[in-house]
């Protein structure tokens, strides 16, 4: 009988940060299967080791098949998967958080429960849009009017550098093919700087759903997220692709995208930029960060007591 089930959880220690991790794994035509900490990709060409703690998004597409135990260590390890078809890319799965901590979480769900926090940080997101800028005196409407004028002109600006003709942004839902090649592009872009960022936020234990200029979408805080790179990252990389032709468009924006990650860094400026929105401070490291890994009860004083014990009728504090 195998043992492989019967492994302890890694320790947060153990597991890589996620500003350490290769942003995304693209596998097609394989089965993917585990070996130990590892998964294996299976094709007509062998087998490929891959260390699955070292994985931020893996990316799966067209006639890949995955087994149950491959999606249990990529989940213990806080990977993200992500089937990729033909029409673009789709988060369909989520590992667990990389933290054990619940630190993250609770400054998260705070700013957002308050509307003068959530407003703050919607305005600290433009901020970081707009560094010459102060977006404080500025309403919601006529910051989104702002974002919608800067995605117009990088639109222009990437045409006019690239050479490819670009007339509007066109997305057409459950019909990747109908959109020009630069519009195809951007799609394909948009959609696997969704799937990076919901990898991220769900590694660093934050809530998908609770979105500061999004709303409404269990994944509205990803899209905050994503859309902070989208000019110099995602645009740039589908006009990339783009001006090499109409053919096999996604695969070369795919291509272009992840070179500019690892180029720029995304992941570690991701999580730096989550955690400063956010007002979280940085844990603590040694010893005092592995006692994180631990569950506390909280008291009417707004104290919080180690769990795992029980209190009977003596004194709590």
């Given at each position: 009988m195998s043992?492989?089930?019967?492994?302890?959880a890694s320790t947060p220690r153990e597991l890589h940060r996620v500003g350490d991790r290769l942003s995304f794994v693209y596998l097609e035509r394989c089965t993917v299967h585990r070996d130990d900490?590892?998964?294996?990709?299976?094709?007509?060409?062998?087998?490929?080791?891959i260390p699955a703690a070292t994985i931020g998004t893996l990316l799966l597409g067209p006639g890949t098949r995955v087994t149950h135990q491959?999606?249990?260590?990529?989940?213990?390890?806080g990977a993200g998967v992500v089937w990729?078809?033909?029409h673009g890319v789709r988060y369909y799965a989520g590992g667990r958080a990389l933290t054990r901590s619940s630190a993250l979480a609770e400054a998260h769900a705070t700013a957002w429960a308050n509307r003068r926090t959530r407003l703050e940080v919607a305005r600290d997101m433009y901020r970081l849009r707009f560094p010459d800028e102060d977006p404080g005196g500025h309403s919601r409407d006529e910051l989104l009017r702002m974002e919608g004028r800067r995605l117009k002109e990088c639109y222009r600006r990437e045409s006019a550098r690239t050479g490819v003709p670009w007339r509007r942004r066109e997305y057409h839902h459950g019909d990747f093919s109908a959109g020009d090649a630069p519009n195809q592009g951007v799609t394909a872009a948009a959609q696997c700087?969704?799937?990076?960022?919901?990898a991220v936020v769900t590694a660093l234990g934050c809530s998908p759903a609770l979105g500061f200029v999004h709303s409404g979408h269990e994944r509205s805080f990803v899209l905050d997220i994503a859309d902070l790179y989208k000019t110099d990252i995602a645009i740039p990389a589908a006009f990339d692709a783009a001006a090499h032709g109409p053919d096999d468009v996604a695969t070369r924006t795919r291509r272009a995208l992840r070179d500019r990650i690892n180029e720029t860094a995304l992941l570690d400026r991701c999580v730096r930029d989550i955690k400063q929105l956010l007002r979280h401070d940085e844990p603590q490291t040694g010893e005092a960060a592995e006692a994180q890994d631990r569950v506390t009860l909280q008291t009417d004083g707004g104290l919080h007591l180690e769990g795992g014990r029980n209190y009977g009728e003596e004194p709590i504090w």
């Amino acid at each position: 009988m195998s043992t492989v089930s019967r492994r302890a959880a890694s320790t947060p220690r153990e597991l890589h940060r996620v500003g350490d991790r290769l942003s995304f794994v693209y596998l097609e035509r394989c089965t993917v299967h585990r070996d130990d900490n590892a998964i294996t990709a299976t094709d007509t060409e062998g087998i490929t080791h891959i260390p699955a703690a070292t994985i931020g998004t893996l990316l799966l597409g067209p006639g890949t098949r995955v087994t149950h135990q491959a999606m249990s260590v990529l989940g213990e390890c806080g990977a993200g998967v992500v089937w990729v078809g033909e029409h673009g890319v789709r988060y369909y799965a989520g590992g667990r958080a990389l933290t054990r901590s619940s630190a993250l979480a609770e400054a998260h769900a705070t700013a957002w429960a308050n509307r003068r926090t959530r407003l703050e940080v919607a305005r600290d997101m433009y901020r970081l849009r707009f560094p010459d800028e102060d977006p404080g005196g500025h309403s919601r409407d006529e910051l989104l009017r702002m974002e919608g004028r800067r995605l117009k002109e990088c639109y222009r600006r990437e045409s006019a550098r690239t050479g490819v003709p670009w007339r509007r942004r066109e997305y057409h839902h459950g019909d990747f093919s109908a959109g020009d090649a630069p519009n195809q592009g951007v799609t394909a872009a948009a959609q696997c700087m969704y799937g990076i960022a919901h990898a991220v936020v769900t590694a660093l234990g934050c809530s998908p759903a609770l979105g500061f200029v999004h709303s409404g979408h269990e994944r509205s805080f990803v899209l905050d997220i994503a859309d902070l790179y989208k000019t110099d990252i995602a645009i740039p990389a589908a006009f990339d692709a783009a001006a090499h032709g109409p053919d096999d468009v996604a695969t070369r924006t795919r291509r272009a995208l992840r070179d500019r990650i690892n180029e720029t860094a995304l992941l570690d400026r991701c999580v730096r930029d989550i955690k400063q929105l956010l007002r979280h401070d940085e844990p603590q490291t040694g010893e005092a960060a592995e006692a994180q890994d631990r569950v506390t009860l909280q008291t009417d004083g707004g104290l919080h007591l180690e769990g795992g014990r029980n209190y009977g009728e003596e004194p709590i504090w």
